[in-house]
């Protein structure tokens, strides 16, 4: 970092020590930040810069702290809200000395969540965490997924909808970019073939969405794609042929008589395209 940089850090840190630690100087009620006034942007974003610091660093109780404290002078920091629930829910919740507190830590970055997008219900940031809390972490650890269902949530479909949500918004998270259209098709195509299979009338739904998604990110998921090995599909394709391939093994299924052997061609033609049996596969027992 050039020296002029290391000083604004460095007095930007003074200045939120200053303006936190006791003996500092009092903010005014209701507004921890009010002293700062024009600075408070400055101060937030040097906050920001140094708890990612100390997270590459392994100090993650110190960053979390960091984290916690730019919320306190500013409660719509999007992006503090996201790396202290990411920490929470990843870091901090596998190095838990029990169940009870890795289900603590993954519902306090949940709530964390909750309230920016209370706050900012278009907040992409947050809608793409909130699906990362509901899909990633859960399939990681089944404690955490045993606590979901013991709650009686559908954490997929709630996942669905917050991408869904996201990709309406931006075809970019801003630091990110394009994650939650990922997240999105990997996830739809398979769960709306689950759902099929299990014969759960909320398919309709999920294919309703992800058409939503291809007609509004359309640009953004031809340029997308989701791995680095051939056959380089887009991100488009996957999701468009997974969608067609749950509707027409639906219908060569409920056809009178069923169309088995049509749905079975079909399931090997999408798996020698997009190079993925997930799909396929949740489908299978429907031609058995």
Do not use: N
Not at 69 to 95: E, N, Q, W, Y
């Amino acid at each position: 970092m050039k020296a002029t940089g290391v000083l604004l850090v460095g007095g930007l840190a003074c200045l939120v020590g200053a303006t936190l630690v006791p003996g500092g100087p009092s903010a005014a009620p209701g507004d921890p930040a009010a002293g700062l006034g024009g600075l408070r942007t400055a101060v937030v974003g040097g906050m920001f810069l140094r708890g990612e610091a100390l997270r590459r660093e392994g100090r993650l109780d110190e960053a979390v702290a960091l984290w916690q404290r730019m919320l306190a002078l500013d409660p719509d920091a999007v992006s503090a809200r996201d790396h202290l629930a990411d920490v929470l829910a990843h870091d901090l919740r596998a190095a838990a000395p029990d169940d009870e507190v890795r289900v603590r830590r993954w519902r306090d970055a949940e709530a964390l969540v909750d309230d920016g997008l209370a706050r900012d219900p278009d907040a992409v940031r947050l809608l793409w965490r909130k699906a990362d809390l509901l899909l990633v972490v859960p399939a990681g650890d089944a404690v955490v997924a045993t606590a979901l269902a013991a709650a009686g949530r559908d954490r997929e479909r709630e996942a669905i909808d917050a991408l869904t949500r996201a990709a309406r918004l931006a075809g970019d998270v801003p630091r990110l970019g394009r994650i939650h259209l990922e997240l999105l098709v990997r996830t739809l195509p398979r769960l709306a073939a689950q759902r099929l299979a299990a014969r759960d009338a909320s398919v309709d739904g999920l294919l309703r969405a992800g058409a939503e998604v291809l007609k509004a990110r359309r640009d953004e998921l031809d340029e997308l794609v989701l791995d680095p090995e051939p056959p380089y599909v887009p991100a488009s394709v996957v999701l468009q042929g997974g969608l067609a391939l749950v509707a027409a093994v639906r219908a060569a299924v409920e056809a009178r008589p069923p169309r088995l052997d049509e749905a079975r061609r079909l399931l090997d033609g999408y798996v020698s395209t997009v190079g993925d049996d997930r799909v396929a596969e949740a489908l299978r027992p429907l031609l058995r």
